[in-house]
Antibody
Framework: QVQLQESGPGLVKPSQTLSLTCTVS??????????WSWIRQPAGKGLEWIGR???????NYNPSLKSRVTISVDTSKNQFSLKLSSVTAADTAVYYC???????????WGQGTLVTVSS | DIQMTQSPSSLSASVGDRVTITCRAS??????LNWYQQKPGKAPKLLIY???SLQSGVPSRFSGSGSGTDFTLTISSLQPEDFATYYC????????FGQGTRLEIK
């Protein structure tokens, strides 16, 4: 079955760019009508939807983060990626990648990766 | 922005109890409402999508109802593995989650 795995630096300095990759295994990222999304969760807090990319490459972003977020897909590597620029301590969180069906129902999730923003 | 408000924020219940969690949207979202369960240190798990459709593999003791602005998640008979935090999520506009309901053992 399809599985997702996040990877990337666990520590990012303030004002720099956070970069994470989600690798899809057990199926092609290009097949089916799915959205590939990023969601984050600060320690002890709730979930925040960051954005998503469709297999065609079209994207949707949370307006509160839109100016700093870029989500892209690399079908040759079966991966999609998140870049979040100008990070601050408020961006410290566990970052999850997920596969959504049309109504943003995220049925498959990665295990999550903790990213800490600190100098 | 559409705001999602869950109630209660926390709940104590016993194995075998029937439990209901409510989610209210700040404006109508039709049936664009999903429910998730999250256990400590784990990724959320989709339980219900489109307000009332049970995700494959989820036990039938979980059910969802509602449309417009008011929605409920019901667990008909609590099992030990159900003690967790539950989140609603609207997908009518930019997806957004409720603040969560922590379900604890009484």
């Amino acid at each position: 079955q399809v599985q997702l795995q996040e990877s990337g630096p666990g520590l990012v300095k303030p004002s720099q760019t956070l970069s994470l990759t989600c690798t899809v295994s057990g199926g092609s990222i290009s097949s089916g009508s799915y959205y590939w999304s990023w969601i984050r969760q600060p320690a002890g807090k709730g979930l925040e939807w960051i954005g998503r990319i469709y297999t065609s490459g079209s994207t949707n972003y949370n307006p509160s983060l839109k100016s700093r977020v870029t989500i892209s897909v690399d079908t040759s590597k079966n991966q999609f990626s998140l870049k979040l620029s100008s990070v601050t301590a408020a961006d410290t969180a566990v970052y999850y990648c997920a596969r959504e069906v049309g109504i943003a129902a995220a049925g498959i999730w990665g295990q999550g990766t903790l990213v800490t923003v600190s100098s | 922005d559409i705001q999602m408000t869950q109630s209660p924020s926390s709940l104590s219940a016993s194995v075998g109890d029937r439990v209901t969690i409510t989610c209210r949207a700040s404006q109508s979202i039709s049936s664009y409402l999903n429910w998730y369960q999250q256990k400590p240190g784990k990724a959320p798990k989709l339980l219900i999508y489109a307000a009332s459709s049970l995700q494959s593999g989820v036990p039938s003791r979980f059910s969802g109802s509602g449309s417009g602005t008011d929605f409920t998640l019901t667990i008909s008979s609590l099992q030990p593995e159900d003690f967790a935090t539950y989140y609603c999520q609207q997908s009518y506009s930019t997806p957004a989650f409720g603040q969560g309901t922590r379900l604890e053992i009484k």
